[in-house]
């Protein structure tokens, strides 16, 4: 059964100004865990003291695919000491994503990266940002990282507002894809052409197809990201959790 869990990037200036204070806060919303950047080295105790008396868990860890390659001794430590089981690469470069030879390239430092992690107990993601739809010689990104890569140490992290960005629709992508997704940003927008944010379920994607593909597919997290509001961060977080958990009570009451 997929969990929820918070992209903290949705309260980052809140963060920025009081992050023990947002934490906590996330927490008394009923957030069961969040999602952030990662580090090396060893965790602060103050962090660690604040998700144990939170009891928040780690849904997932951002690293560049560059650390993923160079240090995956370190980025392992780092995730099991917060319990965290996800390392996620968010962004590539526009210089190394250019052409299908690139893309080609990618799929193999993926494929490097991720047995490697896998060694060491760590699951490697690939978050979508939008530019991995485009039309390289009959293939896109994507697609070339998926046929050039295996599901036992690499897979999808899909963001459904980017997704719907790169010309796609999401239900539709998270449907052929689901196989090798393990975990999804649930992001909304009011409508085309100008994509504007809106909380979850209450916009222009089939959020209750894609939250029906993670019951069904036992994808792992259901993580909740909004980057522009109409209200404060903290409030469209707690209405996006409210949706959700909405959403789910009708899937369920379905299966």
Known sequence: MPEIALQLYTVRDDVARDFEGTVRA????????????GALGKPDPALLKLLEETGLAVAGLGYTLEQAESEPDAIADYCHALRCQYAITYWIDESQRRTADDWHRLAERFQR???????????????????????????????ILLEHTNPAHFNLEPDTYWVEYGGVNAAEFCTRYAHRIRCVHL????????????????????MTTIVRLAFQHNWDWLV???????????????????NLKRIIAQVQGQM
């Open 26 to 37: 996330i927490a008394r919303m009923g957030y069961p865990a969040i999602e952030t950047g």
């Open 113 to 143: 990266a991720g047995e490697q992690l896998a060694q060491r107990g760590i699951r490697y993601l690939y978050h979508l940002h939008g530019y991995e739809f485009a039309p390289l010689n009959g293939k896109t990104g994507v697609e």
């Open 187 to 206: 992001k909304d927008y009011v409508s085309k052409p100008e994509m504007h944010d809106i909380e979850i379920g209450e916009g222009a994607i089939d």
């Open 224 to 242: 909740v990201e909004q980057e522009r509001y109409f209200r404060t961060p903290l409030e469209s977080a707690e209405r996006c959790l409210h």
